[in-house]
């Protein structure tokens, strides 16, 4: 069965960079048609998407955080790594990381939906 | 402020139809699939509905999306004390920043 787990600090200064690894197992990165997927969510508020790796290395990321953040994956590891420079406090969330499947093609090009998730992580970013 | 407007609250009686409305645009909505996620109390978001109206292996037929122009709609019937949880929808946006995942604000549903 596919199985998602975060890992990485529970706790970051601000200005620190902020590395998250997201070890899975159940599915390859290689695999046609398959993405791995970041979420966050601050307490108390709603889901924020992140970035997304396909399995071509293909990526896309949030506009509005685009400048910070950086997916990578490794697919002998079955990891996908997400760095989030320049932490602030307002980006004190739990943090998911999910499997991503392929939809098909609308406007928006291929489309990507998130039907396994791991427990998430809770990173709380205070001085 | 999230690009999916949804209510902030939606209430029912176990047995009763409830309907969570999403309104987006013509770069999410209104040309791209909705999807539709479960997240119950202190636990990761669920997929209960993907492109629009498909329900995931496992998910009650209970559960049924729909979508209209650039709005969305999850219906949920004979109501449940055990849907009580908060509903959020998505969709990809296509606007000129390039592809990205938008979500809604979520819906907290309550089952009186």
């Known amino acids: 069965q596919i199985t998602l787990k975060e890992s990485g600090p529970t706790l970051v200064k601000p200005t620190q960079t902020l590395t998250l690894t997201c070890t899975f197992s159940?599915?390859?990165?290689?695999?046609?048609?398959?993405?791995v997927g970041w979420i966050r969510q601050p307490p108390g508020k709603a889901l924020e998407w992140l970035a997304l790796?396909?399995?071509?290395?293909?990526?896309r990321y949030s506009p509005s955080l685009k400048s910070r953040l950086t997916i990578t994956k490794d697919t002998s590891k079955n990891q996908v790594v997400l760095t989030m420079t320049n932490m602030d406090p307002v980006d004190t969330a739990t943090y998911y990381c999910?499997?991503?499947?392929?939809?098909?093609?609308?406007?928006?090009?291929?489309?990507?939906?998130?039907?396994?998730w791991g427990q998430g992580t809770l990173v709380t970013v205070s001085s | 402020q999230s690009v999916l407007t949804q209510p902030p609250s939606a209430s029912g009686t176990p047995g009763q139809r409830v309907t969570i409305s999403c309104s987006g645009s013509?770069?999410?909505?209104?040309?791209?699939?909705v999807y539709w996620y479960q997240q119950l109390p202190g636990t990761a978001p669920k997929l209960l509905i993907y492109?629009?109206?498909q329900r995931p292996s496992g998910v009650p037929d209970r559960f049924s999306g729909s979508k209209s122009g650039t709005s969305a709609s999850l219906a949920i019937s004979g109501l449940r004390s055990e849907d009580e949880a908060d509903y959020y929808c998505?969709?990809?946006?296509?606007?000129?920043?390039?592809?990205?995942?938008?979500f809604g604000g979520g819906t907290k549903l309550t089952v009186l």
């Open positions: 159940g599915f390859s990165l290689s695999t046609s048609g398959v993405g």
């Open positions: 790796i396909y399995w071509n290395d293909d990526k």
């Open positions: 013509s770069s999410n909505i209104g040309s791209n699939y």
């Open positions: 999910a499997h991503g499947t392929d939809a098909g093609i609308a406007a928006a090009g291929t489309q990507y939906y998130f039907d396994y």
């Open positions: 492109r629009n109206n």
């Open positions: 998505a969709a990809w946006d296509d606007s000129l920043s390039g592809p990205h995942v938008v």
